[in-house]
């Protein structure tokens, strides 16, 4: 069964069409691959292996996929947009499909044409999009005049649908029970990859269909790492583990991050620090109204963090926007002027990295924006976090 959903790509290509003539441009190129997956799928509910591609939206309201031989068959099957065309700039170089039909991109040009005028091209995705990609696209669609137009793309990821959020939903609540079977296999001598795999087992079987990131389980030092992912360590007593993993559910990710002792209990030190880090989440999350910018946000865990003598630990920013990418725009970092909009979905992501002692912490959980402020993705899971500081 495919992972897109019909109603809304119907929506989404007509929000394109829409910006297109708004911005009288003829055709938007949508640049995707595997890592950078989600501008294409927010349009296809699709991704093909191996090969890169990218979605056609022509202001007159047609579509194509751009590709490469090998995912050809696969997208006619899978994606909410099958009419394919094949070029050689997307395909594993130096592969050979003798019977596959390939194009350049002058050959797109000419059929454009040949349905309606082409002269002026939208570019999403530029800061991903290869070079060879871009000079061919350049050189294909010679004597157009070429436009970015990411920004303006990416704005209709910001605010979620009712459909979009029921899948974050599922996606987060899928997250959160691996974390129970993570949590289990959190023990002195364990290595980190086996938590990893108690919890990738219970997101596939259950119906994830990707991750978001690689499974993240760093014990002892190696939480200092950020975002680690798991490797042979065996895990200490006296250690911390870091944990977060990112099931997607028809492309739409959930998280859930947190920390806990291998010993099975905190050290004073260890559940201090914890207690001061939730109670960052708390205020932040209070801060999660419409209308709130990211600098009143962020102002708000920051004073805790300067008081508890944090602040020179800090990487990453409270708050960031969750949906086809764990974490993406926009974040509501110290000098951010985005605002909070109804139907946003935020990560309340409050973490520190290289303390002398305590290495790197990281609790996180996942809200979606309503009238009446953050409602939790996975209520029990606040609700345990929270219970720490009670």
Known sequence: MAYYNKQETESRVKKVVNLLNEKDIDVAIIYFDELNVANGWYLTGWCGQFEKGAVLVGRDGTTMLLGGPESEPFAKQDSAITDVRCFPVFMVPDEEYPLATIISFADLFA???AKFPVKKIGLVGTTDMPYAVHEDLV?????CEIYDITEDYLKFRYIKSDWEVEQARKATQLACEAYKA???KVKEGAKEYEVAAAGEE???????DSFAYRTIVGSGARSNAVVPTATNKEMKNGEMVMLGIAPRINGYAGTFGHTVPVSGEYTPEQRKCLIDMIEVMRDVKDALKIGNSGREIDKAGRKLY???GYLKYIVCPFAHTMGLMEAEAPFFGPNSDDKIEKNMIIN???SFFGHPTLHGLRVETCYVITENGAEPLCPWFEEELFNYVK
């Open 202 to 208: 219970v997101c596939r079987s259950k119906g994830a």
């Open 306 to 308: 300067e008081k508890g």
């Open 111 to 113: 059929e454009l044409r």
């Open 182 to 184: 993570m949590a289990t």
């Open 139 to 143: 050189k294909g669609f010679e004597g």
């Open 348 to 350: 309340v992501d409050v």
